[in-house]
């Protein structure tokens, strides 16, 4: 599977972006798709997922709320609409994927990896 990551950029706070990530290559079924982010200093931390097959989906408790995760079968396409943005949201943001089903896709070892996009909120 191969993703290609894009829509990071410069916001203000309190503002909106929207991260899209598509994915080509081994079939999609029974897949997870999900949004990681690291912020400067600071270790990879877990985002947001959703599974393919049923559209099932996971926060990270600092997001919640905020951010929604969603999924276009005919695009092959998952998205992350941010809203509400923080300074703390900086970081550059990764999509992965993984062929799993059954779990907490919070808990799950990513296979494939796009290429980070970065996203930057100033005060």
């Known amino acids: 599977v191969q993703l290609q990551a894009s829509g990071g950029g410069l916001v203000q706070a309190g503002g909106s972006l929207r991260l899209s990530c598509a994915a080509s290559g081994r079939t999609l079924s029974n897949l997870v798709m999900g949004w990681f982010r690291q912020a400067p200093g600071k270790e990879r931390e877990f985002v947001a997922a959703?599974?393919?097959?049923?559209?099932?989906?996971y926060y990270s408790d600092s997001v919640k709320g905020r951010f929604t995760i969603s999924r276009d079968n005919a695009k092959n396409t998952e998205y992350l609409q941010m809203n509400s943005l923080k300074p703390e949201d900086t970081a550059v943001y990764y999509c992965?994927?993984?062929?799993?089903?059954?779990?907490?896709?919070?808990?799950?070892?990513?296979?494939?990896w796009g290429q980070g996009t970065l996203v930057t909120v100033s005060s």
């Open positions: 992965a994927a993984v062929h799993k089903w059954f779990g907490d896709p919070r808990l799950f070892d990513y296979d494939y």
């Open positions: 959703i599974k393919w097959n049923n559209g099932m989906t």
